[in-house]
């Protein structure tokens, strides 16, 4: 925080997730009100997600190529317009499920490039020597924002319908753009910009290929997304029809999540330098995937709010380890095709996470969908553990 820069661009984008945990939170729920169907609330996640599994790595190369201080103007602009056509269409009484699903398809598509952007933006916002603890505060405005975001959705949602949800968020990106303003941010590198955009692609992939221990990190983030994460999902139909909490308890369930994620960027923070990021990872996935097969069987709400602590805890230990082993081993002209590898990982499998946990949950029931799938990632976790350049990898 010693950054002024950082401090502004960190205090707008905390404000920028809460509105959108607002938003995830009513439109979760807005879909599943208008369908009754698990499948068609799959379906949103599915097409949301699309467009990171084909333009998430042209996103990283979009990053290095071009200033990211102008791509996040443009971007963070589109999302907020989104939003507020959103809005617009619940306050007029005009809401349809097809509306929902063109939205979030128009959103995936911005994600893409932001995405990759945004991450990779915080090396040039603080010093070489912060640069891992700047991942991990980044990485912390998200997370907290998971504390308070579903909370106060879950409120407004039952106090005052989705509408007032949606217009929240698409005023909440004033902040991130306001900080945008004020960055002073150099243009990418040159250095190997005469390369073609397509072989530019293929040395992030080749970067990560080239060292064992940080792909099998990658390739446990997608097992991760594909398998470990559809949970979420499907927390309203938990919320609803296991757990009978209603609206507001919707909310607390993501709520419960954000301060798990929240304990596990600081246990992170306080064990780097001490604890390898490969052991850390080890735990995480370990942790995450038992904890996830507990949360499968249980129907009390107080006993699955205090699993989703765990989960939480357990999934961004994950997430932000290999995202800081994957940024502090790349050098200053791969940063942003490395990061998209990470955020391609994470979200590329999600659109058919979504449709598969949906689909399963109409035939087996939502409890026995999650079992299935989390399942696959426990079998993971359990092969990294004889993965010696895993174990190696420095803390």
């Known amino acids: 925080m010693r950054s002024s820069q950082f401090r502004r661009y960190w205090v707008g984008a905390f404000f920028s997730f809460v509105g959108s ?26 097409v949301s997600g699309l467009p990171m599994l084909f333009l998430s790595p042209l996103g990283g190369a979009i990053a290095d190529r071009f200033n990211r201080r102008r791509i996040l103007l443009i971007t963070q602009s589109l999302f907020a317009l989104s939003a507020l056509t959103l809005a617009a269409l619940t306050f007029m009484g005009l809401i349809r499920y097809e509306y929902v699903l063109v939205l979030s398809l128009l959103n995936g598509l911005v994600l893409a490039v932001d995405l990759p952007t945004r991450q990779s933006l915080v090396a040039h916002l603080v010093a070489r020597e912060d640069l891992a603890n700047g991942i991990a505060l980044n990485a912390a405005a998200f997370h907290t924002s998971r504390i308070l975001g579903p909370a106060l959705g879950g409120l407004l949602l039952e106090k005052v319908g989705p509408a007032p949800c949606f217009l929240f968020n698409g005023l909440s990106f004033s902040a991130i753009l306001l900080a945008l303003m004020t960055l002073q941010i150099q243009s990418a590198s040159t250095e190997r910009k005469s390369v073609g955009l397509v072989r530019s692609l293929g040395e992030g992939v080749q970067f990560v290929r080239a060292r064992r221990g940080l792909l099998m990190l990658w390739l446990n983030v997608l097992v991760l997304s594909m398998f470990g994460l559809g949970y979420l999902v499907l927390m309203p139909v938990f919320a609803e029809e296991v757990f009978q909490i209603g609206k507001t308890g919707l ?67 994950q997430l932000v380890s290999t995202n800081t082993a994957l940024q502090t081993a790349a050098p200053d002209h791969l940063r942003g095709r490395v990061v998209s590898l990470h955020t391609w990982a994470i979200n590329a499998p999600a659109p058919f996470s979504a449709l598969l946990i949906g689909k399963l949950a109409q035939t087996f029931g939502s409890q026995t969908a999650v079992l299935m799938c989390v399942s696959i990632c426990a079998v993971f976790a359990l092969f990294l553990l004889f993965v010696p350049e895993v174990r190696r990898l420095e803390a």
């Open 251 to 317: 909310g607390q369930l993501y709520t419960f999540a954000g301060i798990g994620s929240l304990a596990g960027l600081l246990l992170v923070a306080r064990l780097a330098g001490e604890v390898s990021r490969g052991w850390l990872v080890l735990v995480a996935a370990n942790g995450f995937a038992w904890t996830i097969i507990a949360f499968a069987f249980v129907n009390d709400p107080l006993i699955a709010k205090g699993l989703l602590i765990l989960a939480g805890m357990f999934g961004v230990m």
């Open 21 to 46: 945990w607002v938003q995830n939170v009513a439109q979760s729920w807005l879909v599943y009100d208008l369908t009754r169907s698990e499948f068609l609330l799959g379906l949103v996640g599915f």
